[in-house]
Every structure is written in structure tokens, then in C-alpha cells.
């Protein structure tokens, strides 16, 4: 990448976001990441966190493999709070929160990749754009059981009051978003969702992730 992303290709990468770690999964995580890159999936982020989490090299093998997966869709890979992990694997870019390292600092440690940042209110989300920030996940926007030290959830409200308040970098919703909630969160201003549960948990990741593309897609272009 010769320079930072673009706010008009990020918004599209966020469309349809997987997150998800083995912790996550019932079956091979890999499997699940074939079925949703099918489905459309438009980024995926590594997140292997959580009791029982992969560490070290089965967590490199299981990292190496889904961006390969990506690689191949030509989908951007995310790794989640290390740093170290996403240059030493050389992934497009990193997720961090407000108790991970600063955005500021990660942003130089990682130059032009892509950096997501999440954030619970304006004044975080303003903190984000001035350090760095490409992408601000908001959430959780409903409750979740996809993780353990989530704040509360604060509903749709949340992206509209950073739209008011003149937040116009991307943004990605997450937490609790399920097919019935897509328009809703599209519609207060979110450019796209991320998404666990509802697609790891489905029957069917491909299938899951199909009917989330055509509910953005129908958000995107305001038709309810
Ligand atoms: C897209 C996206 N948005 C928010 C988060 C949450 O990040 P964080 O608050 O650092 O929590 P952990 O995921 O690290 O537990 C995310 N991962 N992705
Ligand atoms: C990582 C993260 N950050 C805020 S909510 C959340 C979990 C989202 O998972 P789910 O889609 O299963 O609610
Ligand atoms: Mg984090």
C-alpha cells in the first residue's frame, strides 16, 4: 500500500466485517472464513481472545491461514490489539481499543496499514481521528455475549449522535447485530457492521453472510 486507505474503500471494506477467533467457533475457524469470504465477506479481523484462546504458534498457524484465506478473496486482514503479531505477519492493518495501546503510538508503529479504533463516545471517537484513526468500531450497540468485559450496550442512538456531532470518518457498528438489525444500524449512520456471533453461531456462515450483504446493501441504497 503506497499510502493511507481512502475513507471511500474503507467505508466499502466495512460493509459485511468478520470478527472472530477460535474461541468463537464450533468447527475449524478456517471453515468458517471459507463460507463467509464466499458469502461476501468484506474484512475479517482476527480476534483470538478469550478462555481457551490459541497462543503462540497454533495461534500464528490458525493467523497465517485465515490471511491467506484473505489474501486469495483479496479481502483486507485485521489483526486484533498485537501489534507485533500484525507486522510480524505483515496484515493490511489493526484493531485496537481504549485500554490497548495508543492509537497514536500504534499508528507509528504501523504506518499506512489500516487502524480501527474503537470508541463509546464523541469525545473518544474525535481522540481516535486526531491520533490515526481509518475506522471507528462502535459498539456494542446491543448486548452481546461475545465478550466478557463489553460496556453496555448503547443502542443505534450512539451512531447518530457522532454523525451529529460531525464524525464523518468511517464507522462500523458492532455488538449483538443480527440480520433483523442491519437496516437499523445502517441507518443511524453506520457504513457497515461487524459481526461474530450471528455468523459463527449460523448453520450456514455462507448463507448467514448472503443475507447480511442484502440487507446492507438494501441500507446503503436507503430502501426499507
Ligand atoms: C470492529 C471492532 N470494533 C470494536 C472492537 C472492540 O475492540 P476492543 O474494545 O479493544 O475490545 P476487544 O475486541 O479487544 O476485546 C473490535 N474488536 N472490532
Ligand atoms: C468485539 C466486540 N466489541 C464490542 S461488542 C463485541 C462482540 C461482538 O460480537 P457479537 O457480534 O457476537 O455480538
Ligand atoms: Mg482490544
Known sequence: ?????????????????????SVNCSVEPSLVVQEALAGGATMVQFREK???????????????RIQEQCRQARVPFIVNDDVELALKLDADGVHIGQDDESAASVRERIGNRMLGVSAHTVEEARRAIL?????????????????????????PAILRELREAGIRLPIVGIGGIT???????IGAGADGIAVISAVTGAA??????????????RGAEGIS
Open 1 to 21: 500500500m503506497t499510502g493511507r486507505v481512502a475513507p471511500e474503500m474503507m467505508r466499502r471494506h466495512l460493509r459485511m466485517y468478520l470478527v472472530l477467533g
Open 50 to 64: 478469550g478462555q481457551g484462546a490459541l497462543t503462540g504458534e497454533p495461534m500464528i498457524r490458525l493467523a497465517r
Open 131 to 155: 491520533h490515526g484513526a481509518d475506522y471507528l468500531g462502535i459498539g456494542p450497540i446491543y448486548p452481546t455475549r461475545s465478550k466478557d468485559d463489553a460496556k453496555a450496550a448503547q443502542g
Open 179 to 185: 440480520v433483523d438489525r442491519v437496516e437499523e444500524v
Open 204 to 217: 450456514s456462515a455462507q448463507e448467514a453472510v448472503e443475507t447480511f450483504m442484502g440487507k446492507i446493501r
